[in-house]
């Protein structure tokens, strides 16, 4: 234990000596916490929209003001032609055109019903599919205060009507927010872990270093565990100074217990390390690791649910994402955080990142020894 002790000094030391790395401790939970979670939503709030109101009617009116009391939407200005929108669409200043047909009101009121023409920018879809189902809803209610009107029933007193009562769990404010922080702080520990742990070794190659510490008497789970425990700690340090910067800045309810979830932190770091230190075995320059790294970690990120749900996925993406740390701890902090978790609901990702753990650890000493 002594040799150990002296090990991780030396490791602290070299650490907080190496001017690139405290700044990645303290400063980048910071900007990923304050930036990232703002940037990173699907939430649409401002909306542009251009009208083509061919019929300039009573009802046409109605329903653009009903649009334009929305404060997701912004009204551009109305266009005498299709032609003239769409070009706005091409251009990007519009996200979506609203034509009315010449006959709207004079169908409405003969024949019950008519048409009406949503064009949406659909390069990218999700937005495209919330502008669309925004749209569809104002256009439902409207269309309800029309049959209440011509029926003579006033408006909210239906007989017989179901009422819905509306009730969202674990996240009652829809803050998308509350569910992008949890992810960026998964993502944060992953990058820490992986980029710290590979660079540090690698450094010792080029510096020479690594050669004098191979002669010594010093055993290989000692210079493992030294190599590894501090970036341990530091990735637990990061993940809590999140928790409590999203705590502070965006309200974030921590619902779970913080015990699991630093516990199952702390065996995930396990896997991430190892990895990292596998990583490091087999790259001779810092500049090889962070390539070999990125690599890893775009598909750790793109794969592990941050922005898309893995479900989503095709089955063969969702059989690859089984070898995915990243996945199952993603899963963790917000079933944790959000949902209030515990081991019992949580144990396939226990045991799936047990086993990530042991095989990326493995593979690390196993690799460290044919070079050492």
Do not use: C
């Amino acid at each position: 234990m002594k040799t150990i002790s002296y090990i991780l000094q030396k490791e602290f030391r070299q650490i907080f000596r190496n001017r690139t790395m405290l700044p990645m401790i303290f400063m980048v939970p910071i900007i990923q916490m304050l930036i990232l979670v703002f940037a990173a939503t699907y939430d649409m709030k401002k909306i542009d929209m251009v009208i083509v109101d061919h019929d300039l009617s009573e009802n046409s009116k109605e329903l653009i003001a009903k649009f334009n009391g929305i404060p997701f939407f912004n009204m551009l200005q109305l266009e005498q032609s299709e032609k003239l929108a769409e070009q706005k669409l091409l251009t990007g200043e519009a996200d979506v055109v609203l034509v009315f047909p010449m006959d709207f009101e004079r169908k409405l009121i003969r024949h019950n019903h008519t048409n009406i023409q949503l064009l949406v920018n659909a390069i990218e879809s999700n937005s495209a599919q919330l502008i669309y189902t925004y749209a569809a809803n104002i256009v439902a209610d409207y269309n309800q205060q029309i049959i209440s009107e011509w029926k003579a029933i006033p408006e909210f007193e239906v007989p017989a009507q179901i009422n819905i009562a509306e009730n969202y769990w674990y996240n009652t404010e829809l803050d998308y927010k509350w569910f992008m922080a949890p992810g960026i702080l998964a993502i944060l520990v992953t990058l820490i872990g992986m980029f710290m742990s590979g660079m540090n070794l690698v450094r010792e190659k080029e510096i020479g270093t690594i050669e004098q510490l191979n002669v010594t008497p010093l055993k290989k789970y000692q210079f493992i565990i030294g190599k590894l425990v501090p970036f341990w700690i530091i990735g637990l340090f990061d993940l809590a100074f999140g928790l409590a910067i999203a705590w502070l800045v965006f309200d974030l309810p921590i619902v779970g217990s913080l015990f699991t979830l630093f516990f199952m932190a702390g065996i995930y770091l396990i896997g991430i390390l190892g990895l990292g230190l596998f990583i490091s075995t087999l790259a001779d320059t810092q500049q090889q690791v962070m390539f070999v790294s990125f690599f890893f970690l775009m598909m750790f990120i793109l794969m592990g649910g941050i922005f898309t749900p893995v479900e989503s996925m095709p089955d063969w993406a969702q059989t690859i994402d089984h070898l995915n740390p990243l996945y199952y701890f993603m899963r963790i902090m917000r079933m944790v955080v959000l949902k209030g978790s515990g081991f019992t609901e949580l144990l396939r990702e226990l045991i799936s990142l047990t086993f990530l753990g042991i095989t990326f650890l493995s593979l690390a000493i196993w690799r460290y020894r044919k070079t050492a």
